[in-house]
Nanobody, 122 residues
Framework: QVQLVESGGGLVQAGGSLRLSCAAS????????MAWYRQAPGKQRELVAK???????NYADSVKDRFTISRDNAENMVYLQMNSLKPEDTAVYYC????????????????WGQGTLVTVSS
């Protein structure tokens, strides 16, 4: 099926930038949507940004005008460019992919990456 690997997390100062990457690999699938979620200690996992197969996007209000999600369809990659980072952005960031199977049994599936830690210091 499909596996995801995230990278790009790290420690940055407030106001700095990071770019997260997520690579999808496997066989017999077509990606329908890719998204980034995050989970801070003691909080629920929340949607940060999503991009569809048609390249439409949406963002959480807290990251609008600071984060940009993009895709590289040829490489099955999704990126999250994070600018003007704030301490409240500190969390584990998870890649999420909704995909359709191209072999039987047909249907849509969802898969999660292992997460990458982003820490923003004040």
């Amino acid at each position: 099926q499909v596996q995801l690997v995230e990278s790009g997390g790290g420690l940055v100062q407030a106001g700095g930038s990071l770019r997260l990457s997520c690579a999808a690999s496997g066989s017999n699938f077509i990606i329908r949507a890719m998204a980034w979620y995050r989970q801070a200690p003691g909080k629920q996992r929340e949607l940060v940004a999503k991009i569809t197969s048609g390249s439409s996007t949406n963002y959480a209000d807290s990251v609008k005008d600071r984060f940009t999600i993009s895709r590289d369809n040829a490489e099955n990659m999704v990126y999250l460019q994070m600018n003007s980072l704030k301490p409240e952005d500190t969390a584990v960031y998870y890649c999420n992919v909704m995909y359709g199977r191209t072999t039987y049994p047909w249907g849509y599936r969802e898969v999660w990456g292992q997460g990458t830690l982003v820490t923003v210091s004040s």
